[in-house]
């Protein structure tokens, strides 16, 4: 046996991730535009953060309506951290990360305890906690008007200001977080996650600490939130409390479910999606219906969300790779299957 | 067999649930490399036993020594690591994962690896990786359904569900496995294959408790059997005292056909 073994179990080539970023990488070869830059940048942002709670809800069950709090604390600390006190954006960025990790760990305690809408419920009354903080300590975030000036995040002295130079930025990260989660999912503590979706009961009876476990990936989704909204703050220099609500969360969930909730890639085709659809949204509703207040996002992502969840429960990316799979070959083990399947079905019953 | 050893000690084991007493001053103990059944007609507090002992409910007096560790108290995932594992009776297979993931997930409690090693893939991460999936292949192979190994394991055939429990359970090298209903829903082929895999697995040195309807496989593979009705132990021994015993014949022996039907009800 050897590693090549380990294959058939986890697909673990590093040859998809770089195909993908190398192309992607390539796009400004071909394009300057920088409204692209700024959608394909905010596509970044969000797929961060949906690449940590999908291992939260898509890997280990767990759903969390809070995420977005997480994402508002990073950027309030790389707010405030710069901008107040001037420290070094990337000092900002790991502290605020610390802070989200902290955070998680305090609330995550308690609310882990709690199972299904109780735990949707405790989650998204803390996104509307830290909302409430963000807008009353006005003091420190500036309120309701927002936190303004916040300055450039650099790298030895390169400052990354235009959305091309952004994108790269934002994009790294998440070409490390793919990999990080990726190499976590295909591990042991990958399938101590997983094995709680699949049965907590046998969770806990083959040895798998459930709490710690869910912990530890609130904890990691949080700081992956928590980075992402650092580098927003940098990258959009005004931040408000709004950027933070409970809604935010709730796309983030969206993205997640629509790109399929047990595939770290649905977290960037789900990201990809929403931006897309925002964006048409943006431009079409109002010449279809000029009367329209700024609430029709949340209507119309809320039906395709009841749509998704009826026809496509599994996302996008599953049934993308479902429809790849009808292509290829049926491999020799399906054989092996179908051979104890008949077997046991002239084994008679036993009834 | 003078080198017997007690593994597991149940002594005044209670549950009172409401006014209603499940398990009533029940006291066994299991020794080291034996097959110890639990039997008893329907609702006779078999499966609250099981769950006293595996740590799913607590009891409400007496106690669980294991090894002379006290296990009450004690979470299901604590009791795991201190080496007794278990099946279940309506099969728990984690079906979002292929077999040989739901073994690998069994050898969980003797993998080193943390998350955030994991997340870097350290070289020692690929390595114990490799070799948890060799010797998830081994007890696959024991129970014999390696070659599904790479099935998505929703998709056996119940009886294959019950062997891949059972690799689950063996993976991590317990102490001892529990075994919940072994033949519940199994045909006779199905049945006779996993007695094989226990009785081979008790040759090399593994003890087994089970709580089972089916009293054919219980006559025939358990060294001790433990008889319990209402909540009280009516009677202990070998299966050839069990079938002497005038109030286990009563109790239970005498509804022996009645009792195999609902077992499959």
Not at chain 1, 141 to 158: Q, R
Not at chain 1, 197 to 216: F, H, P, R, T, W
Not at chain 1, 226 to 243: E, K, Q, R, W
Request: glycine share 10%; with cysteine.
């Amino acid at each position: 046996m050897n590693s090549k073994s380990l294959k058939l179990i986890y697909n673990n080539s590093i040859l998809g991730p770089i195909i993908f970023f190398v192309l992607l990488f390539c796009v400004p070869l071909v394009s300057s535009s920088n409204y692209l830059f700024s959608i394909l940048t905010m596509v970044g942002f969000y797929a961060l953060v949906c690449i940590g709670l999908t291992t939260l809800t898509g890997y280990a069950g767990q759903i969390s309506l809070g995420h977005a709090a997480f994402y508002g604390i990073g950027a309030y600390s790389s707010a405030v951290l710069t901008g107040t006190y001037g420290l070094n954006p990337w000092v900002a960025i790991i502290i605020g990360a610390i802070i989200s990790a902290v955070v998680a760990l305090i609330v995550g305690i308690p609310t882990f305890k709690l199972k299904g809408y109780y735990l949707a419920l405790a989650t998204l009354g803390f996104g509307i906690i830290v909302y409430t903080l963000f807008k009353e300590l006005s003091t420190i975030t500036g309120g309701s008007n927002g936190f303004f000036g916040i300055p450039p995040i650099s790298l030895f002295g390169f400052e990354f200001i235009t959305d091309t130079s952004y994108f790269y930025l934002i994009w790294i990260f998440v070409f490390f977080a793919i990999l990080f989660t990726r190499n976590i999912i295909h591990s042991r503590i990958g399938r101590g996650l997983r094995s709680i979706e699949g049965s907590e009961i046998a969770a806990d009876a083959v040895g798998v600490n459930l709490m710690n476990y869910k912990l530890q990936i609130f904890v990691l989704s949080a700081i992956f939130a928590s980075v992402s909204g650092s580098l927003l703050a940098h990258y959009v220099s005004f931040i408000n409390p709004d950027l933070f609500v409970a809604n935010t969360s709730i796309f983030f969930l969206i993205m997640v479910i629509m790109g399929g909730k047990g595939n770290i890639w649905g977290s960037i085709v789900g990201a990809a999606m929403y931006v897309l659809l925002d964006e048409i949204l943006k431009h079409y509703v109002p010449m279809l219906l000029p009367n329209v207040g700024g609430q029709f996002e949340i209507v119309f992502f809320g039906i395709l969300l009841v749509l998704t969840l009826i026809y496509m429960p599994d996302g996008l990316v599953p049934r993308f790779e479902k429809l790849i799979s009808k292509f290829k070959k049926k491999t020799p083990t399906n054989g092996a299957l179908q051979s104890t399947i008949s077997a046991n079905a002239t084994g008679g019953d036993n009834k | 067999m003078s080198n017997k050893r007690p593994i597991l000690s149940v002594e005044n084991l209670t549950k009172v649930f409401g006014g209603v007493v499940a398990v009533d001053n029940v006291s066994f103990t299991v020794d080291e490399g034996e097959i110890f059944a639990v039997i008893g007609p329907n609702g006779a507090g078999k499966s609250t036993l099981f769950n006293m002992i595996t740590g799913v409910l607590p009891s409400s007096s007496g106690n669980i020594y294991f090894q002379e560790k006290r296990l009450n108290r004690k979470k299901p995932y604590q009791i795991a690591q201190m080496g007794i594992t278990r099946t279940f009776q309506n099969l728990e297979v984690f079906d979002n994962m292929s077999v040989i993931e739901n073994v690998m997930t069994g050898a969980h409690i003797t993998m080193k690896t943390n998350i955030l090693t994991a997340g870097l893939r350290l070289p020692s991460v690929k390595k114990e990786e490799i070799k948890t999936m060799e010797r998830a292949i081994e007890a696959l192979e024991a129970v014999g359904i390696s070659d599904l190994a790479y099935e998505m394991a929703d998709r056996l055939p119940y009886g294959s569900q019950r062997l891949l429990e059972i690799a689950r359970a063996a993976i991590s090298n317990p102490k001892l496995i529990l075994l919940d209903e072994p033949m519940a829903g199994l045909n006779s082929e199905e049945s006779r294959q996993l007695v094989e895999v226990i009785l081979k697995m008790r040759e090399k040195g593994m003890t087994f408790l089970f709580v089972e309807h089916d009293m054919e496989t219980v006559m025939s593979i358990s060294d001790s059997i433990v008889v319990i009705d209402n909540g009280v132990k009516i009677g202990e021994g070998t299966p050839e005292e069990i079938y002497q015993n005038p109030q286990v014949v009563a109790a239970y022996l005498g509804d022996e056909e009645e009792e195999g039907v609902e077992a499959y009800a």
